[in-house]
């Protein structure tokens, strides 16, 4: 993969997609030293609390500290940096223990910031609290003393109280030099979590909340400001630096910032890229630890002001020596998890993924969604959906570690669905089944198509406008036409029972009974009915 090194001068790049650029070491003179002060800032963004290498040979907590640490001892005054979904959405190893052990490598591995992103919001903001300031919870540590760094929110209000969550920013000071660094979720993290996990909170629009902290600032006589945001873009060249073609919420963010912020350090979208945006830098490192932003400054003594003199994005390789005491913790966790993890829960013939076809329908979906199905039989279900989001790797066929081919561990069928959600079952008409079908298509730049369990099936259209886009006439269960004023039974996870990924009828829907988890549904699922063979996906059906 392609590293694009560059050089900045003023704050401006200078020419980042140009293939071959090379940042130039900073090599101050002595009359320049007197009058600035070098700051090293290094940044990661999305690490999902993957502890252990989602690579072969990328990332992982040791190798990340390692490499943190290496690039720590070569500049004078370093800061470290999370741009958001440190914890959340984890391997078991971590999300077991309620992320506590990726705080913990955090803490060790000398995290300074975090801004929280909407994966600290999974398990509710009184659990992202716990985060913060430590508490004992069952299955966690007794004495978890929580993170040593500081989460911020900005844009995260208690309705109850009118203030933030928590800080807004931080002022952290290198050679008597104060720097801000504000920190924030995307303002659209109510529609991407579980409801109940946000209930009395307000996500304010970000631009409105950086620049009215900004002027704060400023008052308090601070001239350097870095802007550490959940929200991001996308390059058209997919994982690669260069900003060809960019886009995402992050451009119109940083045009309607106040100038006076210096940097955007950005994430969510789980792509890494260097960027300028009117002139200003913004960057990601991708996501889960398999890189981290390389980001050299210089702050004027006399002006406060700072200047963004080099950036790079610098891959987590396994060259180095892993840090022993993050290692250590890594072992005993993984220690911890190793005999639920490994325990067999089912059998496949042959790889069961998430990739949909071009109808939109997954293998995997279709087996969750089954599976979902069948565990909310007493509460009357009809139809299960399972959104593609909510699914985050396949299940494979070839053996892992202590397994044989074919067969399904715990761990697996954990990493397919990380987010701990709980199933519910809801009463919704014929009508509002074709308003969730079509609201698949409502306002996304590409189709978010749910996978419906089996005895359900519609067809949809490519060429019928938005809104018109699913023959109502074909929506069947078990072969007997829907009635729009018929009542179903729908099964879904609580995340999208409230509505989330942007299909609010689902937060109409009556008689709520919430019952199991989903990863216990697929659990039970798999024991009864191994081994699972990928079947036809002929739920989903297209009209040219």
């Not at 940044?43 to 502890?51: K, V």
């Not at 801004?115 to 609290?129: I, K, S, V, Y």
């Amino acid at each position: 993969m392609r590293l694009v090194r560059c050089s900045w001068m003023t704050g401006i790049l200078l020419s980042l997609a140009v293939s071959g650029c090379t940042r130039q070491p900073a090599r101050p003179d002595a009359a320049r030293a007197d009058r600035t002060v070098e700051l090293q800032i290094l940044a990661i963004n999305d690490f999902h609390g993957n502890l252990e290498p989602p690579e072969d040979d990328l990332g992982g907590a040791a190798y990340l500290a390692a490499h943190l640490r290496r690039a720590e001892s070569s500049a004078p005054h370093t800061i470290i940096v999370s741009a958001g979904d440190l914890v959340g959405a984890s391997p078991l190893i971590s999300s077991l223990f309620y992320d506590e052990p990726t705080v913990k490598a955090a803490n060790l591995f000398g995290l300074d910031v975090n801004a929280a992103g909407n994966h600290e919001f999974d398990e509710g903001w009184r659990e992202l609290l716990r985060m913060q300031r430590g508490g004992a919870r069952e299955g966690g540590d007794e004495d978890f003393a929580g993170a040593d760094f500081d989460i911020l929110s900005a844009n995260v209000i208690v309705e109850a109280t009118g203030e933030t969550l928590l800080p807004p920013y931080t002022i952290k000071r290198f050679d008597g030099i104060p720097v801000a660094f504000i920190g924030l979720p995307l303002q659209g993290t109510p529609t991407v979590v579980v409801a109940s996990g946000v209930a009395g909170l307000a996500f304010k629009d970000e631009v409105a909340t950086i620049n009215t902290l900004v002027h704060e600032i400023r008052q308090q006589d601070v001239e350097a400001i870095v802007v550490v945001i959940h929200q991001g873009g996308y390059p058209a060249g997919g994982t690669e630096d260069d900003c060809r073609d960019f886009t995402g919420p992050i451009i119109d963010i940083v045009a309607r910032t106040d100038p006076a912020v210096d940097l955007f350090v950005t994430g969510h979208t789980h792509r890494h890229y260097l960027c300028s945006l009117g002139g200003r830098p913004v960057t990601s490192a991708g996501s889960m630890g398999r890189y981290y932003t390389d980001i050299e400054a210089r702050l004027d003594r006399a002006s406060g002001d700072m200047t963004i003199t080099g950036v790079d994005n610098v891959p987590v390789t396994h060259d180095i020596e892993p840090a022993a005491d993050v290692a250590a913790l890594v072992d005993e966790y993984r220690g911890r998890v190793e005999e639920i993890a490994q325990t067999v829960v089912g059998t496949v013939t042959a790889d069961v993924t998430e990739k949909p076809n071009e109808r939109g329908g997954s293998q995997l979906g279709a087996l969750i969604a089954d599976a979902q199905l069948a565990a909310t039989q007493d509460e009357g279900a009809d139809v299960a959906f399972m959104n593609a989001g909510g699914i985050r790797t396949d299940l494979l066929y070839a053996a892992g570690d202590g397994e044989n081919d074919g067969e399904v561990t715990f761990a697996e069928i954990s990493a397919t669905q990380p987010f701990g959600n709980t199933l519910m079952t809801i009463t919704l008409t014929g009508a509002q089944l074709d308003t969730l079908l079509e609201q698949q298509w409502a306002g996304q730049p590409s189709p978010d198509i749910l996978m419906p369990s089996k005895g359900f099936s519609y067809t949809w259209s490519r060429s019928a406008p938005e809104g018109e886009k699913v023959d109502p006439g074909s929506i069947r269960i078990e072969g007997e036409a829907v009635r729009a004023e018929g009542r179903y039974r729908v099964t879904v996870n609580n995340f999208l029972a409230a509505g989330g990924d942007g299909f609010p009828v689902l937060a109409e829907g009556t008689e709520r009974v919430e019952s199991v988890l989903d990863v216990e549904a697929l659990e039970e699922y798999l024991r009864e009915h191994s081994p699972i063979a990928p079947q036809p996906l002929e739920r989903i059906r297209v009209v040219p």
